[in-house]
């Protein structure tokens, strides 16, 4: 079956690095355009980090450009999140998805969802 699982996640202090991993399964990942969403307890999931079938193209949310960057390796089925220069406000749980149709830039239609990874940024 179609499978994410995310890892890297854990405690860190303001300023400090972390790079998540995604490994995908169950699908032909090379197709698909995947993202990185976040959520912190009582608010919404939110978007982070998308990036096409062939990482031709990326896309960042406003409150992490500059700092987080996307990229993925195709012949390893793996998305990964290069985070640097992290804030308390960064603190959340990171999920790892799936877009819904192959070759699309849509990144906010995703149809498969990882369990998640904890990043806690705090001194």
């Known amino acids: 079956q179609v499978q994410l699982v995310e890892s890297g996640g854990g405690l860190v202090q303001p300023k400090g690095s972390l790079r998540l991993s995604c490994v995908a399964s169950g699908f032909t990942f090379s197709q698909y355009p995947m993202t990185w969403y976040r959520q912190d307890p009582g608010k919404e999931r939110e978007f982070v980090a998308g990036i096409s079938s062939k990482a031709l193209s990326t896309n960042y949310a406003d409150s992490v450009k500059g700092r987080f960057t996307i990229s993925r390796d195709n012949r390893k089925n793996t998305l990964y999140l290069q985070m640097n220069s992290l804030k308390p406000e960064d603190t959340a749980v990171y999920y790892c998805?799936?877009?819904?149709?192959?070759?699309?830039?849509?990144?906010?239609?995703?149809?498969?969802w990882g369990k998640g990874t904890l990043v806690t940024v705090s001194s």
């Open positions: 998805a799936k877009g819904g149709a192959p070759w699309s830039l849509d990144y906010y239609s995703m149809d498969v």
